[in-house]
């Protein structure tokens, strides 16, 4: 069973601080990797891909990828309340290129 | 119109109803996919269509019945759902359906509530 795991909180960080987001899978083969943000009652928005190992930057986005370890994070520098939402970590794993399998997320409160 | 759009955002409807959902991506995308969302659970993929072509069936039940005319509709009828059916259901779309990297975009969802 290929499974994609995260610590589904909640995560609770004070406004300004760096939230930081964890998720591993279990197919070593896994070779791109998404990070989605769901606000309640919404639909996933993608915010960062990678797919080589190291960071990825985007704006106060960091996106990490270790695939020896088989772990991919999230940063999120200067969090604001508006940042407060679930994220969704999704891995495209060996043998289905076009099939995402998802994490459960883990809800980050961000608190002024 | 931008992205993916679903309608209805919300649905109720009684065990032996028939409805279906709609669906339809304005990215120039190839691929539409199905998936639904319950409360605690992950995202599930139900269906893959690949330039109008189904290339996943997730073992979904019959009662769910997929249908993608072109490549920017897609459709989910449905018919003697069951209570545990009610939950979120998403439509995304992505450039293509082959390749590890194709970021998918998702519609607003429909809630859908079976009394």
Known sequence: ?112 | ETGVTQTPRHLVMGMTNKKSLKCEQHLGHNAMYWYKQSAKKPLELMFVYNFKEQTENNSVPSRFSPECPNSSHLFLHLHTLQPEDSALYLCASSPEGQGPNQPQHFGDGTRLSIL
């Open chain 1, 1 to 112: 069973q290929k499974e994609v795991e995260q610590n589904s909180g909640p995560l609770s960080v004070p406004e300004g601080a760096i939230a930081s987001l964890n998720c591993t899978y279990s197919d070593r083969g896994s070779q791109s990797f998404f990070w989605y943000r769901q606000y309640s009652g919404k639909s996933p928005e993608l915010i960062m891909f990678i797919y080589s190992n190291g960071d990825k930057e985007d704006g106060r986005f960091t996106a990490q990828l270790n695939k020896a370890s088989q772990y991919v994070s999230l940063l999120i520098r200067d969090s604001q309340p508006s940042d407060s939402a679930t994220y969704l970590c999704a891995v495209n794993m060996r043998g289905s290129n076009y099939k995402l399998t998802f994490g459960k997320g883990t809800l980050l409160t961000v608190n002024p």
